[in-house]
């Protein structure tokens, strides 16, 4: 056998074992998506905030119920467009949904999300809110760096980049909706386009 033979076998052999332990049929459109509904979800949320009776937001009015519930649906929307196209293209690539691969993805993913979710709501509960969308965008990238070892490695400077805005916002805190809309709108279309012309086209 020829070294280009030895090496076509190790490239095979290389994807096979990738293809076991990594779910990668994360589509780049359900990123972009996300972004967009991120954004319109910021519009709106601004638009009420900025035509309610004090022009601010505080925690016990209906304003912030109201915010509540538009990010509620953002992250219903980008949930549930992600599950849809990522098992289209699981079926047209031929791979499951759910194996051992997704399934590590998941539980990576969701550890420090939900821990992060909760801290949130403790520091909400105890009035100290200033924080809040920087500590979002930290326990999203940790989620996001933490899934990517079960998934397509680029996955993770997303993750390093929510992280530095956060990082970023908790220094400016005044500023955390911009910062908001900068990392879950912007920074998501950016990597979703990026993801759908390397990986899924």
């Known amino acids: 056998m020829s070294n280009k033979d030895y090496l076509k076998d190790i490239s095979e052999i290389k994807h096979l074992m990738n293809k076991s332990s990594r779910f990668i049929s994360l589509s780049g459109l359900s990123g972009i998506l996300a972004g967009i509904y991120a954004l319109i979800g910021a519009a709106i949320a601004y638009y009420i905030v900025a035509n309610s009776v004090r022009g601010y937001l505080i925690l016990d009015g209906n304003v912030f119920k109201i915010c509540v519930a538009i990010l509620i649906m953002v992250a219903v929307l980008s949930i549930g467009t ?15 949904i759910w194996d ?3 399934k590590r993805l ?5 550890i420090p999300l939900i821990v992060g979710g ?12 200033g924080h809040t969308a920087a500590l979002m965008l930290i326990f ?3 989620a996001l760096i933490n899934a990517s070892k079960y998934s397509i490695g680029d996955i993770r400077y997303l993750g390093f980049t929510q992280i530095i805005l956060g990082l970023i916002c908790a220094l400016m805190p005044s500023y955390g909706f911009w910062f908001w809309v900068i990392g879950f709108g912007f920074m998501h279309i950016i990597y979703g386009s990026i993801m759908h012309f390397k990986y899924d086209r």
Do not use: D, H, P, W
Not at 106 to 110: A, G, K, R
Not at 118 to 129: A, K, S, V
């Open 82 to 96: 992600g599950i849809f196209l990522t098992t289209k293209k699981a079926k047209k690539n031929g791979e499951k």
């Open 100 to 102: 051992n691969s997704s």
């Open 106 to 110: 998941v539980i990576n993913f969701l």
């Open 118 to 129: 909760l801290y949130i709501l403790i520091i909400l509960n105890q009035e100290r809110y």
């Open 140 to 142: 999203y990238g940790l």
